[in-house]
């Protein structure tokens, strides 16, 4: 039974007591709508083209009310999100199931980067890369290579001339835990992956000169004003093979199936 202080059921148990409330809402919700609203204000039940809407008033009843999509859109419109401050050159931001995303163009230009094991450098080198891709959706980074010095939506993807990706294109970052998407966390995701010591994991198939270790290729162009980027190879969706642009990469890695 609900009244208006506490919920029990058959057996007297009160399901306000530290335990009981999760338990009690997880069986409830195992049988049809409308249910008891234990201590809910309220619950929308999804049926074919419409909303049904159960709440108790002030009296202790329970009420009922149909609603459209349209009014439930413009209920939920009221909710203000703002992203806050993007990072320059983001290109795209959004909120799904599996997070916030973020997509952000890297124009082509010098970084300096440490290299580990066997006939690396000892101390940090400073290399041109071309223009790059970074994109992350919860604690999840991708990042890829482009030829093309602007930015477009169709521009096709190669592989990021880094040990540390996976043939998707997702960052592993090791021990390294990177920070969950946002405004204000975005920068330093990329700074956890540039400043991170690049082993030889990941790095083959990265170059064309360097098919097994794209770490000599990193090497071989520190003295370049420019990455020649006729050695990236392509970037390829895992299933088919084919090549991908941006918009598809956005598609398949940073949105849920549902938005697809």
Same mark, same amino acid.
């Given at each position: 039974?609900?009244?208006?202080?506490?919920t029990? !059921?058959?057996?007297g148990?009160?399901?306000?007591?530290?335990?009981?409330?999760?338990?009690? @809402? @997880?069986?409830?919700?195992h049988?049809?709508?409308?249910?008891? @609203?234990? *201590?809910?204000?309220a619950e929308?039940?999804l049926?074919?083209? *419409?909303?049904?809407?159960h709440?108790? !008033?002030?009296h #202790?009843?329970?009420?009922f009310?149909?609603?459209?999509?349209q009014h /439930?859109?413009?209920?939920f419109? #009221?909710?203000e999100?703002?992203?806050?401050w993007?990072p320059?050159c983001?290109?795209?931001w959004?909120?799904?199931?599996?997070g916030?995303?973020?997509?952000q163009?890297?124009?082509?230009?010098r970084?300096t980067i440490?290299?580990?094991?066997k006939?690396?450098p000892e101390?940090p080198?400073?290399?041109?890369?071309?223009? @790059?891709?970074?994109?992350?959706?919860g604690?999840?980074?991708?990042?890829?290579?482009?030829?093309e010095? !602007?930015?477009?939506p169709s521009?096709s993807?190669?592989r990021?001339?880094?040990?540390?990706?996976?043939?998707d294109?997702?960052i592993?970052?090791g021990?390294?835990?990177p %920070? #969950?998407?946002?405004?204000?966390?975005f %920068?330093?995701?990329?700074? /956890?992956?540039?400043?991170?010591?690049?082993n030889?994991?990941?790095a083959?198939?990265?170059?064309?000169?360097?098919?097994?270790?794209?770490?000599?290729?990193l090497?071989? /162009?520190?003295?370049?004003?420019?990455y %020649?980027?006729?050695?990236? *190879?392509?970037?390829?969706?895992?299933l088919?093979?084919?090549?991908?642009?941006?918009a598809?990469? /956005?598609e398949?890695?940073l949105l849920?199936?549902?938005e697809?």
């Amino acid at each position: 039974m609900t009244t208006g202080t506490k919920t029990t !059921d058959t057996t007297g148990r009160d399901y306000c007591e530290p335990g009981l409330i999760r338990a009690a @809402l @997880l069986q409830m919700l195992h049988g049809p709508g409308p249910h008891p @609203l234990l *201590q809910s204000q309220a619950e929308l039940i999804l049926y074919e083209g *419409q909303y049904l809407l159960h709440w108790v !008033d002030q009296h #202790e009843q329970d009420q009922f009310k149909f609603l459209s999509a349209q009014h /439930v859109r413009e209920a939920f419109a #009221e909710q203000e999100i703002a992203s806050g401050w993007l990072p320059p050159c983001v290109q795209q931001w959004g909120m799904n199931a599996k997070g916030t995303w973020m997509l952000q163009w890297m124009p082509a230009g010098r970084q300096t980067i440490t290299l580990t094991g066997k006939s690396m450098p000892e101390e940090p080198i400073s290399i041109p890369l071309p223009a @790059l891709v970074f994109a992350g959706v919860g604690t999840t980074y991708y990042v890829w290579a482009a030829k093309e010095e !602007d930015f477009a939506p169709s521009l096709s993807l190669y592989r990021a001339p880094f040990p540390n990706v996976r043939t998707d294109g997702s960052i592993c970052f090791g021990t390294n835990q990177p %920070p #969950e998407v946002s405004s204000t966390t975005f %920068p330093a995701a990329w700074q /956890v992956f540039i400043s991170s010591p690049f082993n030889g994991d990941l790095a083959q198939s990265k170059s064309t000169h360097h098919q097994s270790d794209v770490r000599h290729q990193l090497c071989a /162009v520190r003295k370049k004003q420019r990455y %020649p980027v006729s050695d990236l *190879q392509p970037a390829t969706d895992y299933l088919d093979r084919e090549p991908i642009t941006v918009a598809q990469a /956005v598609e398949r890695y940073l949105l849920p199936k549902g938005e697809r």
